[in-house]
Nanobody
Framework: QVQLAESGGGSVQPGGSLRLSCAAS??????????MGWFRQAPGKEREGVAA???????TYAESVKGRATVSKDFQKNTLFLQMDSLKPEDAAMYYC?????????????????WGQGTQVTVSS
């Protein structure tokens, strides 16, 4: 059974950076159909997809984070990363890692049934 555990959240000032991690246990990274995503949800707002990456390394980003977010994977450590730069107050949210097995892997297209517990990101001066 795949389990996901996020870490790396914290409080930063506007313009700062954070690197979020998602450690995956169980068989996921080895699957050619593995699809992983980052989502976020701020209080009172709907959950928003941030980025998704398939096992070939194809990544889709939400328009709201393009140019400021970078997703990467460490296959040896079964870990997914989300580097967020030039953080804005509107980036503050609980960030979640999600996973599934899918032929098509993209934000707004793929349904993710596996979720981590989330890591909080606060952006304020």
């Amino acid at each position: 059974q795949v389990q996901l555990a996020e870490s790396g959240g914290g409080s930063v000032q506007p313009g700062g950076s954070l690197r979020l991690s998602c450690a995956a246990s169980g068989y996921l990274f080895g699957s050619s159909l593995a699809c992983m995503g980052w989502f976020r949800q701020a209080p009172g707002k709907e959950r928003e997809g941030v980025a998704a990456v398939d096992n070939r390394g194809t990544i889709t980003y939400a328009e709201s984070v393009k140019g400021r977010a970078t997703v990467s994977k460490d296959f040896q450590k079964n870990t997914l990363f989300l580097q967020m730069d030039s953080l804005k107050p509107e980036d503050a949210a609980m960030y979640y890692c999600a996973a599934t097995y899918a032929q098509r892997c993209a934000i707004g297209v793929t349904t993710f049934p596996l979720w981590g517990q989330g890591t909080q990101v606060t952006v304020s001066s």
